[in-house]
């Protein structure tokens, strides 16, 4: 006896992937944000240890860049910390700071 299958199981086998609309980003280029947790080297550094920490719970940043990793449908975040250290973050990683806008050593020599 043979199996009889209907139009749509044939059409779409059950381990499809159906695609997601892309989740909106929480936060911007530009804005300030502190780390909500340390963050350590997960081998993106390659001239730092690997788990060595990259940005302390505290620490202020900014967002230099904002993408999407497509597969995991979540916006990853640049964000440069002190020492121009660039750390990609997740949204659960960061949260928006107060903070005052870093000043480069050019403006700090300015203000003197």
């Not at 159906?18 to 280029?29: G, H, L, M, Q, Y």
């Not at 502190?34 to 081998?43: E, M």
């Not at 730092?48 to 990793?69: C, N, S, T, W, Y």
């Not at 250290?85 to 960061?94: A, M, P």
């Amino acid at each position: 006896m043979s199996e009889q299958t209907s139009p749509a199981e044939a059409v779409a086998p059950t381990d499809a992937v159906i695609p997601r609309e892309p989740v909106a980003p929480k936060f911007e280029w530009g804005q300030r944000v502190r780390a909500t947790v340390d963050l350590f080297n997960d081998g993106s550094f390659p001239d730092v240890p690997e788990d060595e920490l990259l940005a302390k719970i505290g620490d202020v940043g900014e967002i230099v860049q904002v993408g999407r990793h497509v597969e995991a449908n979540v916006a990853i975040y640049l964000v440069e910390f002190n020492e121009r250290r660039i750390v990609g973050c997740l949204e659960g990683e960061i949260e928006l700071s107060s903070a005052p806008p870093m000043m480069d050593d050019q403006q700090k020599e300015a203000s003197e």
